[in-house]
């Protein structure tokens, strides 16, 4: 007998906790309607998170059907991202794609990225995405558009502002002697897609995009971090202290990135501070003037390109450490406002809102 040793063209990650009820259709979507061909160039490497219901038994019976599925099961509860690296410890693809288990591929995504991945041998490969909330609604990113209009592949220098297209780690597909070579991880805690996404862009030589939606996110699942007030969103300055080190150490002479990247943080940060669904009320001073303190930090010598309107005045009390002028103009706003609570007027500023919403939703912060 004769064994296929083929290396698979993209293997793909699948960090598994608390997500039950959603797993099948994640794996399904994954793996469903591929032909021979496409089938031999794909693997599946779930990892089991010490995850508390019955996912472990689950994914078992999936992997003895499916044998395209193989189980990495840890003994204790690690968090999304360094159940990512145990993943990505295990795969043998040329390319690699993390997709969280509680969201799913619509029809024909995996044959759209391998199709493209084999024209155009990217670093990294781009994809767009929906929001897809519990009532079916389907809503498109604000940072999708950046998506538009690139042909074959290109440097971040060519096309700065894929820069503002969301950090998360699931909108991207990653050559693996790249990322091996770039020597980029995932980190404990929350916002873990922080200093893993940018150096990817930054460093790539060749970056594509496929302008189709391949991911549906899932919006307003419980325990998810878009719905969890916590002190661990603290975690986020963490995650942006690593990222700056890295820019430090990797490009110290780039001082238009650098600025850049300091307003991308400011603006995710505004954020996190104005949104009640994660932000505690009792701790949102103090995360305030984290960003206050981070904003004094970091804050480029030469200056950094500030949002106009609203956003650039918040950018303003954020310099000015002004807890009480930001909390009044933020209480003004919501008063005015007649969207949904939870939604904050104050800190929508296109696509900068859109894209911190990525790091909300992640695994690690439904534990």
Known sequence: MVTNTRQPLLSVVVPVYGVEAQLHQCLDSILDGLDDTDAADVEV?????????????????????????????????????????????????????????????????VTAVLGRLRADRPDVLLLDHL??????REEMDASSPLLRGVNGCVRLTERPALLRVQHTAWNKVVRRAFLTDLGVRFYPGWYEDIPFSHPLLIAAERIAVLDRICYYYRQGRPGAITATPSDRHFDAFDQYDRLFDWLSNARPQETKLRADMFERMISHLIVVVGNNHRMPAKLRRSFFHRVSAQYRRYRPADGYP???????????????????????????????DRRPPGHDPVLSTGPVAASSEQQPHTLAARR
Not at 131 to 136: A, I, L
């Open 131 to 136: 929001r897809v909330h519990h009532d079916g």
């Open 306 to 336: 500030r949002p106009g309107g609203v956003g650039g005045l918040k950018h303003r009390l954020i310099a000015s450490n002004s807890y009480l002028a930001y909390s009044a103009l933020r209480l003004a706003h919501r008063f005015l």
């Open 45 to 109: 490497v779930a990892v089991d998170d010490a995850s508390p219901d019955r996912c472990g038994e689950l994914l078992q019976a999936y992997a003895t059907r499916r044998p395209a599925l193989r189980t990495v099961t840890l003994t204790r509860n690690v968090g999304l991202g360094l159940a990512r690296n145990a993943g990505l410890d295990a795969v043998t693809g040329e390319y690699v794609w993390f997709v969280d288990s509680d969201d799913w591929l619509p029809t024909g995504s």
